[in-house]
């Protein structure tokens, strides 16, 4: 019987079931002849959609990723560092490299004025596009205040100032978040009013610098916790005014977007945000407390289930001429819910027996903490201290220190995180019901939109193998030493706790004289107290016999 790390290296996406491929996909054919730009395709979710085009709809006329010029590479070499990921391998098998070819970068940013696009290029554009998918954003949360708004809001309006311009546009699919109209505790799919007018705030951006917008933001931002929920709001209300005056218009409301779960690989993530990166450093061993909830849960959704649902919206907009249904959320939490809790013992389950990480520094534990103090106290004796004194040993031994410089970076992720698990929403998602009803038994398997056959701890088991294998770099084949070495972290774990008990012990013996006498001196000291205030309350002689015992 093969091993679950060889069954997870050779895996290979359902293939359509005999009795399905007589059914039609209309799906895909809504795309046929179609040209596209899509902002954000070099992120983990515009990856997954760029993948999933070309492999369900091959007969795409092209697509258009805008790219910037990073880290020294050009946006056509960006493009061939996209297509070297592993996440298109099974692409490439099914259609041959030639598909690639398909996909063709367009120099520009969406930070910039115009988005930094030539006029050839604008041209180009705005005569041969009919599809628009706007997913550029930085999802930073404690981002500065003036970028996030210039890239998310100002970004999105030049976006839609550039759809204008498009002769053909069939649909402008913009992508925000379910998390970005916080004042709501029950949220449904239609528009809510901004907080403030997003014209001016990206005037004022655009005039102030951003040493004086960081002195006011706090005033700005008003009962938003972060930059990135506040500019993704007003991001929104710029698109509803376009589809108030007639524009094609989707707004695509996902919330916490995690990694794949069917296909192409179950697993992949380019990033450690959400659940991922509470495994990866529980699994480590240096997360060992949270303040949150433990009851409490979040509302996620594989980033597959996410693209196949934004492909799903723009073939009932073009392909069913369905353009009432314009705002819709791509959420889980109505059908199924992971509390945090569970999503720590799941993963402890996990990296303890079956996944372990390389090089964990202790052995997973810890517990989520209802009490802020609690917590604060936990991380100073179980993070700060810790990471302090392990930094010494690696210095002294002639490595660069890491471990202070991790915590800090956890702490920060503390700040964003408390504020939503300690917050709840419920998110109603009618419109995903709607299509669950309107499509054939082909299209809801070839673009699954329900959790219906979900194992969580499978799901979990994957997600941690594909962090392990591409985002740490840690081989399948080291999986042996890595479980031996949490065994020993196991009983190293064991010992310290025995160790520090019995020097508790040890210690509250050893002054226990003391201890014994400051507790009579006390006691002694609040009989006296309690003496002089009735005495001066009460001469009662009844009073005195008892006041005059021995406590």
Known sequence: MASFEEGFLNYKPPVLPDELSNFPDRVSKTFIGKTIFITGGSGFLGKVLVEKLLRKCPDIERIYLLLRTKKGSNPKQRVETIFSSVLFDHLKELRGVEVLNKVYPIAGDVSEPGLAINESDRRLLANTVQIVYHAAATIRFDEALKKAVLLNTRGTKMVLDLAKEMKNLQVFVHVSTSYCHLDEKVLFEKAYPPPTDPHKIIQSMEMLDEPFVETISKEILGSFPNS??????????????????????????????????????????????????????????????????????????????????????????????????????????????????????????????????????????????????????????????????????????????????????????????????????????????????????????????????????????????????????????????????????YFVDIIAKILFFGLLLWTVFKWSDTIIAIGLLLLNLIRLFFKSIFSTINNDATVEPILNKEL
């Open 228 to 489: 990135y929920a506040f500019t993704k709001c007003l991001s929104e209300h710029l698109v509803v005014e376009q589809i108030e005056a007639g524009m094609p218009c989707i707004i695509a409301r996902p919330s916490i977007v995690i990694p794949i779960w069917k296909e192409p690989l179950p697993g992949w993530t380019d990033n450690i945000n959400g659940p991922t990166g509470l495994l990866i450093g529980a699994g480590k061993g240096v997360i060992r407390t949270m303040f949150c909830n433990n009851q409490g849960y979040a509302d996620y959704l594989p980033v597959d289930i996410t693209v196949n649902g934004i492909i799903l919206l723009t073939w009932n907009y073009i392909g069913n001429n369905d353009t009432t249904r314009t705002i819709c959320h791509l959420t889980s939490s109505q059908e199924w819910r992971v509390t945090w809790q569970e999503i720590i013992d799941i993963g402890k389950s996990i990296v303890t027996t079956e996944v372990p990480l390389n090089g964990a520094v202790w052995y997973p534990g810890g517990s989520m903490k209802s009490s802020k103090l609690v917590h604060n106290i936990c991380v100073f004796f179980l993070h700060t201290i810790p990471a302090y004194f392990l930094d010494a040993i690696i210095y002294m031994s002639g490595n660069k220190p890491c471990l202070v410089r991790i915590q800090d970076r956890i702490n920060k992720g503390f700040e964003v995180f408390e504020y939503y698990a300690n917050n709840q929403w419920e998110f109603r998602n009618e419109h995903v019901h709607y299509m669950r009803r309107i499509m054939n038994p082909r299209e809801k398997f070839e673009y699954k939109i329900d959790g219906n056959d979900m194992d969580i701890r499978n799901y979990f088991r994957d997600c941690i193998m594909a962090a392990r294998i591409y985002i740490l770099k840690e081989t399948p084949d080291t999986l042996p030493r890595a479980r031996i070495h949490m065994k020993i972290m």
